[in-house]
């Protein structure tokens, strides 16, 4: 017997939380911890399955932080072809869909027989805002 799929209040939650903060990116940790604030409690397990859940329903995208050791998630454009940056430091997410990324890509599969998985592929850096106060500091 397949059991069919079903939504709870805590996917609901978590779903509605990371719509709200789009762009945003928050380790299981500090999600859990943003949904007390809001007095929302729900286990750290719950959590995980849900944030999974939501990876396989492409509405949310996982990012490994390899600074931490760990995994961000964040609701962003989950567009097949496009390609992310994460700022280091305040750990947004910005999609990269642009003309020069995707001759990039193209020149990866035509010239090294490589091709790269756009969803997966994470740039790190500053953001501009970042910058910014770097050069002030």
Not at 92 to 107: D, M, T, W, Y
Request: aromatic share 8%.
């Amino acid at each position: 017997m397949v059991r069919g799929r079903y939504t709870t209040k805590q996917q609901i939650a978590i779903e509605t939380f990371m719509q709200e903060h789009e762009g945003f990116s928050y380790t299981v940790d500090m999600l859990c911890s943003e949904l007390i604030q809001k007095g929302i409690s729900i286990g750290k397990t719950t959590v995980y399955r849900c944030l999974e859940r939501l990876v396989q329903d492409q509405k949310i995208i996982a990012i490994p932080d390899v600074s931490l050791g760990c995994i961000r998630y964040c609701y962003a454009n989950t567009d097949p072809t496009a390609m992310y940056l994460m700022c280091d430091d305040c750990h947004r997410v910005k999609p990269l869909n642009c003309k020069a990324i995707n001759s990039f890509i193209s020149h990866v599969a035509d010239e090294h027989e490589f091709q790269p998985d756009n969803q997966k592929t994470i740039m790190y850096g500053k953001c501009r805002e970042c910058g910014k106060h770097e050069k002030l500091s």
